[in-house]
């Protein structure tokens, strides 16, 4: 398959840790990359490979993968944290095609 | 640091050529490390992958879109370009050029995207 599911929708309390979690096939053989994206602005990457945060996004963002299942990990939600999460890795038939999960919109409460 | 710039007609008439250029800041399209891609968001919904190229000249497309979709590279204006043609009420979009990198893993490298423009919104209607 070359689709990536998300959960629709994930909560959190402020200062509690939430795990936002992207599932498919190619997952077993590629990492991904997570972007926030808030309303009205264009998506930003927070975490990606293996073990990657870019420049300027806060350690509480971390990355994991096992099986066909890669995370996203937010120890110590702040309110700023509330956006869409999308991640991103490549299709598995190897024609070399991007593909992105559906999204998970994360409120926190 | 490199920044991206989408530009273009915020409205196209349905059956026509949608077409949006992107011009890059403080890095080359020319660069060999990179690939140049577009991807849309339709209202409320989710992102879409256009389709990329790389200044060795080539390119991957959406299957759902590759009937419809060019893209291409003026490295002498160090701009990429998306036309779209045939379009109807359902490309509405917000439509984003980002910067591409292969990044390596487990067995072997997917594509992601690190720099991102700010968006331009693009309206079918006749």
């Known amino acids: 398959s070359s689709d990536l599911t998300q959960d629709p929708a994930v909560s959190v309390a402020l200062g509690q840790t939430v795990r936002i979690t992207c599932q498919g096939d190619?997952?077993?053989?590629?990492?991904v990359s997570w972007y926030q994206q808030k309303p009205g602005q264009a998506p930003k990457l927070v975490f990606y490979?293996?073990?990657s945060r870019p420049s300027g996004i806060p350690d509480r963002f971390s990355g994991s993968s096992s099986g066909n299942t890669a995370s996203l990990t937010i120890t110590g939600a702040q309110a700023e944290d509330e956006a869409d999460y999308f991640c991103?890795?490549?299709?598995?038939?190897?024609?070399?095609?991007?593909?992105f999960g559906g999204g998970t919109k994360l409120t926190v409460l | 640091q490199v920044q991206l710039q989408e530009s273009g007609p915020g409205l196209e008439k349905p059956s026509e050529t949608l077409s949006l250029t992107c011009s890059v800041s403080?890095?080359?399209?020319?660069?060999?490390?990179?690939?140049w891609s577009w991807i849309r968001q339709s209202p409320g919904k989710g992102l879409e992958w256009i389709g990329y190229?790389?200044?060795?000249?080539?390119?991957n497309y959406n299957a759902a879109l590759k009937s419809r979709v060019t893209i291409s590279l003026d490295t002498s204006k160090n701009q990429f370009s998306l036309k779209l043609s045939s379009v109807t009420a359902a490309d509405t979009a917000v439509y984003y050029c980002?910067?591409?990198?292969?990044?390596?893993?487990?067995?072997?490298?997917?594509?992601?995207?690190?720099?991102w423009g700010q968006g331009t919104k693009v309206t079918v209607s006749s």
């Open positions: 991103n890795s490549r299709d598995i038939s190897g024609n070399h095609l991007v593909i």
């Open positions: 980002a910067r591409v990198v292969p990044i390596s893993g487990r067995s072997g490298y997917y594509y992601g995207m690190d720099v």
């Open positions: 190619s997952l077993k053989k590629y990492y």
């Open positions: 403080g890095g080359s399209v020319s660069s060999a490390s990179f690939y």
């Open positions: 490979g293996k073990n």
């Open positions: 190229i790389h200044s060795s000249g080539s390119s």
